[in-house]
């Protein structure tokens, strides 16, 4: 089956900060989902960017199907940012997904 | 809009007892949900794809019999984990998706499951 691999594994950030977290997938996709997980447990739905470029306030996401990768930009971390962020990838466009490991964000006041 | 409900949101149960988990998209039909399961500090595993009036798909190691899966409707789908096991004890998270493209799945907010 399709690997998606993640990095960093955990990132540390000041608040106010910018990250890059990455998303590398070993086959082409046809979804690719980026979701947060917050510290009670609920998947919030973040970009849905099988290709190209978006954006939402602070968020941002670049998916680059034919080098296989996707990534995600933080700007002005919040402590509110923290948790942990998954990209989800599917090749058969039915629903289902494989999630990478996932990279452990903590944004300090 | 896209609002997926999961109940309960928390159960504790005895060993050899068996425990429903109920999934619902409240605002969209959905044609598929899926059932995950999360230990800590861990990704998500997928367990089961669940389609409305069939049979639900298992992946590779997860046992059908334990774990029923029902599709009723198309903004219902339960899972049942028959007699528990401390080892059953997880995250069970669930998604769905509409019934139209693209297939961009909706998380509900998991039910933490405790076998004592």
């Known amino acids: 089956g399709i690997q998606v691999e993640q990095s960093p594994p955990d990132l540390i950030l000041q608040e106010g900060a910018n990250s890059t977290l990455r998303c590398n997938f070993s086959?082409?996709?046809?979804?690719l989902q980026w979701f947060h997980q917050n510290p009670w447990g609920q998947l919030i739905n973040l970009f849905y960017?099988?290709?190209g470029t978006k954006q939402n306030g602070r968020l941002s996401a670049t998916t680059v199907a034919t080098e296989r990768y996707s990534l995600l930009y933080i700007s002005s971390s919040q402590t509110t940012d923290s948790g942990v962020y998954f990209c989800?990838?599917?090749?058969?466009?039915?629903?289902?997904?494989?999630f990478g490991d996932g990279t452990t964000l903590t944004v300090k006041p | 809009g896209a609002v997926v409900s999961q109940h309960p949101s928390r159960v504790i149960c005895k060993s050899g007892t068996s425990v429903k988990i109920e999934c619902r998209s409240l605002?969209?039909?959905?044609?598929?949900m899926f059932w995950y399961r999360q230990f800590p500090k861990q990704s998500l595993m997928l367990m089961a794809t669940?389609?409305?009036?069939?049979?639900?798909?298992?992946e590779q190691g997860v046992e059908k019999d334990k774990f029923l899966i029902n599709h009723a409707s198309l903004t219902l789908s339960t899972l049942t984990v028959t007699s528990a096991h401390p080892e059953d004890s997880s995250f069970y998270i669930c998604?769905?998706?509409?019934?139209?493209?693209?297939?961009?799945?909706?998380f509900g907010p998991g039910t933490r499951l405790t076998v004592t």
């Open positions: 960017i099988p290709s």
């Open positions: 989800a990838v599917e090749r058969t466009n039915a629903g289902k997904s494989t």
């Open positions: 669940s389609n409305e009036g069939s049979k639900a798909t298992y």
């Open positions: 605002d969209f039909q959905a044609t598929t």
């Open positions: 998604s769905a998706i509409g019934t139209a493209g693209p297939y961009e799945q909706y």
């Open positions: 086959d082409s996709v046809n979804n």
